[in-house]
C-alpha cells in the first residue's frame, strides 16, 4: 500500500515568491494535514483538509493557506516568501481524522535564499 | 497553548542496553503516539495508546499512557544501531489537533 508521497522534495525560492507544495495521501484516507518543521520550533501544525474543507488551522499567517480536491489529494501554497519560511513542510494522512493516527510523507525541504 | 515535554532531549547508548524516554504535560490528553523520524525522512508511527494505564508494545518498543492522562512514556530493549534518531511524542485531545513535543534524539554507539 503506497504511503503518502509529496513533491517536490527539495525546493529553492527567493524572498517574495511563492510556492505550492503536493500531498497524495494513503488511499482511502480523507483527512489530510500540513505541518511545519523547524530546528528552533519542532513541529508546529498548519491546518487539516476533511472532504475539500479545512477543519482546522493552527497560527500561521494567512500567506499560508491550502486547499484539498476531491480525490483527497491536497496542496499548500505559501505566497510572499520569507527567509523565516524555510523549514521541512511535512503532510500526514488518516482516515477521518478526528483522533486517529497521522501517517506522514517524507516532507518537502523548503529553503528561501 | 497545550505544549509538550520530552526528557532527556538527547540520549548517548551504548548497542544492547534499554532506553527510557518520556513525555509531559500540564494538560490531559486523550490519545498519546509516538513516532521516529530518520534523516531526510518523515517521522514514522510507533505506537498509539488510547486508554489511561494502556501499556502497548511493538516488537522491542513498549509504550505507556500515564494513569494521570498528563504523561506517557517508551521504552526501547536490547537497542540497535538502526534505533537511532529522534523519537517524538504526540497528544491530542477531542476536537482538538495534535501537539507534538520537541523530540528525544538518540544515539546508539556499537
Redesign the interface.
Known sequence: KAG?T?TPRYLIKTRGQQVTLSCSPISGHRSV?W?QQTPGQ????LF?YFSETQR?K?NFPGRFSGRQFSNSRSEMNVSTLELGDSALY?C?SSLAG??E???????TRLSIL | GQQLNQSPQSMFIQEGEDVSMNCTSSSIF??W?W?KQDP??????LI?LYKAGELTSNGRLTAQFGITRKDSFLNISASIPSDVGIY?CAG?N??????????TRLSVLP
Not at chain 1, 42 to 45: D, E, M, N, P
Not at chain 1, 101 to 106: L, M, N, S, Y
Open positions: 503518502v509529496q494535514s505541518y519542532g513541529l508546529q501544525f487539516e482546522n493552527g511535512l500526514a478526528t483522533g493516527p497521522q501517517h506522514f510523507g517524507d516532507g | 486523550n490519545t503516539l513516532y531526510g525522512e518523515g517521522p514514522v508511527l498509539a517524538f491530542l477531542y476536537g482538538q489537533n495534535f501537539v507534538f513535543g520537541p523530540g
